[in-house]
């Protein structure tokens, strides 16, 4: 049982191109989400599915747009990339019902870096 | 909009001491409350989830409790030890709109 795996886990990018960070999760969870982590910022909210054929925005989505056309996958693209992206990001998920003791399932982290 | 406070942000406490951790937020419409450890330059391992509708859940050395009604949660660890030196992070999942937001952490030494 995988769980949630990001791919790639490292980037280095040049200022203006742009990629697509990959998130694919073997649980069968509906909910899905894109976070990038800075220091001293904790995870910030880029944006969020809560199901196949649906996106939503998070607590900042500039610059970042999402599609989720599986159920299992949940990708993340930077169209024009800025130095200000650089960061490394988590994707999670979790299960629609909000059995108890069921959490949140993280992946291990892209560290991506836009020069 | 929900906030997500934790307080303090560093703590280092010598080894052996019972500890507590805080955490507040600012909607009290949460499906639930989760505390994850983050060890440096790795992902997030969570240790405990609190539904709305509990008060607290226990796991091992770890005690988690939520006041939902005041927006405040603790975690409690008993007998530190240098291992459970990390960040500690927890996270509350809006019933508004589904987004699940973090705190910024506390990041733990444990002094041998």
């Known amino acids: 049982n995988a769980g949630v795996t990001q791919t790639p886990k490292f980037r280095v990018l040049k200022t203006g191109q742009s990629m697509t960070l990959l998130c694919a999760q073997d649980m069968n969870h509906e909910y899905m989400y894109w976070y990038r982590q800075d220091p001293g910022m904790g995870l910030r909210l880029i944006h969020y599915s809560v199901g196949e054929g649906t996106t939503a925005k998070g607590e900042v989505p500039d610059g970042y747009n999402v599609s989720r056309l599986k159920k299992q996958n949940f990708l993340l693209g930077l169209e024009s990339a800025a130095p200000s992206q650089t960061s490394v990001y988590f994707c999670a998920s979790s299960i629609l019902l909000e059995i108890a003791n069921q959490p949140q399932h993280f992946g291990d982290g892209t560290r991506l870096s836009i020069l | 909009k929900q906030e997500v406070t934790q307080i303090p942000a560093a703590l280092s406490v010598p080894e052996g001491e019972n500890l507590v951790l805080n955490c507040s937020f600012t909607d009290s419409a949460i499906y639930n409350l989760q505390w994850f450890r983050q060890d440096p330059g790795k992902g997030l391992t969570s240790l405990l989830l609190?539904?709305?509708?509990?008060r607290e859940q226990t796991s091992g050395r770890l005690n988690a409790s939520l006041d939902k009604s005041s927006g405040r949660s603790t975690l409690y660890i008993a007998a530190s030890q240098p291992g459970d030196s990390a960040t500690y992070l927890c996270?509350?999942?809006?019933?508004?709109?589904?987004?699940?937001?973090f705190g910024k952490g506390t990041r733990l030494h444990i002094l041998p």
């Open positions: 996270a509350v999942k809006s019933r508004r709109d589904d987004k699940i937001i």
């Open positions: 609190i539904q709305s509708s509990q």
